[in-house]
């Protein structure tokens, strides 16, 4: 095994890291500002990367410019999904009764995909798609280059979001502590609403950045769904900072262990890590002092 291609993995691993701190960011959001287990997120996921490709088809343009419609869109239908379905649940079995919930919406969105689209394999081919990059030795795909800019570009955006606006502060202060941020005034399920259409909106630019890079079909949400929920409980439920980090982590131990355990069984990182926390650590990693200084 060569220093070149360790070092390879390494970049690979990265570049995977902050594609998949995109795609877990919105998923603990949820859980954050509602306790909700949102199955359907990576279904959610699989559908913006379906709208990117049939833009991609209709138009004949980039897909990144489908986020244009797809983010407001796909905000809107977190907030409409928040206020007519989540508030609806009992509070005593939130969290039991959304996993159950969400569950139905992500076969419902499969359902629909395979009965739209088929269950044919889709993939954007764009002029750039076998381009690569010499980075110190290493050769980069070029459009993995460009989801992890995507990714970086848009958690800085959610992260200044949360950190500087006054929503950013109400949000945090809901995540913290809702009955308290209700006596200082603030409406928590109006922000609860918004923070749950800020997690659909970041599935939106999630799922247009995994386009550009992979093979889609109507079922591949669940291939997507356990390394996302690996992601937030060995970060933290609740803790944006934690599941970046954590994704950083799996992301980059995925990629070395490509190297002798091939692609397959490389991918139980993810369930060995949410074995150790679930056993060792159950709050996760970063889900008390650093959420609560977030």
């Known amino acids: 095994m060569s220093g ?29 500002v509602m306790r909700v287990v949102m199955i359907a997120h990576s279904a959610f996921l699989i559908l913006a990367a379906y709208l990117a490709w049939y833009f991609n088809q209709q138009t004949g343009l980039d897909p990144l410019l489908s986020l244009f419609v797809t983010v407001p869109l796909f905000f809107l239908v977190g907030v409409v999904m928040q206020r007519l379905l989540i508030t609806r649940l009992r ?7 959304s996993v159950l919930l969400t569950f139905a ?12 689209f088929t269950g044919t394999q889709r993939r954007i081919n764009l002029s750039y798609s076998g381009a690569s990059l010499d980075l110190f030795g290493a050769r980069v795909a070029v459009v ?36 308290a941020a209700q006596l200082t005034g603030i409406d928590t399920d109006r922000i609860a609403g918004f923070g749950f259409g800020l997690g659909l909106a970041s599935a939106a630019i999630g799922g247009t950045a995994l386009s550009l890079d992979s093979t889609i079909y109507p079922s ?5 769904i356990g390394p996302l929920m690996a992601i937030i409980v ?7 900072p934690g599941a970046a980090i954590a994704a950083m982590v799996l992301g980059l131990g995925q990629s070395l262990l490509q190297l002798p ?8 990182v993810f369930y060995v890590a949410l074995f150790g926390t679930l056993a060792f650590r159950p709050q996760g990693f970063f889900g008390g002092r650093l959420a609560q200084r977030f």
């Open 105 to 116: 919406i992500a076969l419902i969105i499969e359902g629909m995909l395979g009965y739209v």
């Open 144 to 179: 993995k280059l460009i989801a992890f800019g995507l990714a970086a570009v848009s958690l800085a955006a959610l992260y200044l979001l949360l950190k500087k606006s006054r929503f950013g502060q109400a949000l945090r202060a809901t995540i913290q502590h809702k009955e």
């Open 234 to 240: 060995v970060g933290g439920l609740g803790s944006v």
């Open 4 to 32: 070149t291609l360790i070092f390879q993995s390494i970049v690979l691993g990265i570049l995977l890291g902050g594609l998949y701190a995109l795609l877990a960011a919105g998923l603990t959001l949820y859980f954050g």
């Open 91 to 97: 509070p005593a079995t939130l969290t039991m009764m």
């Open 261 to 268: 355990l091939g692609t397959t069984w490389a991918q139980t």
């Open 220 to 224: 591949l949400h669940w291939h997507w």
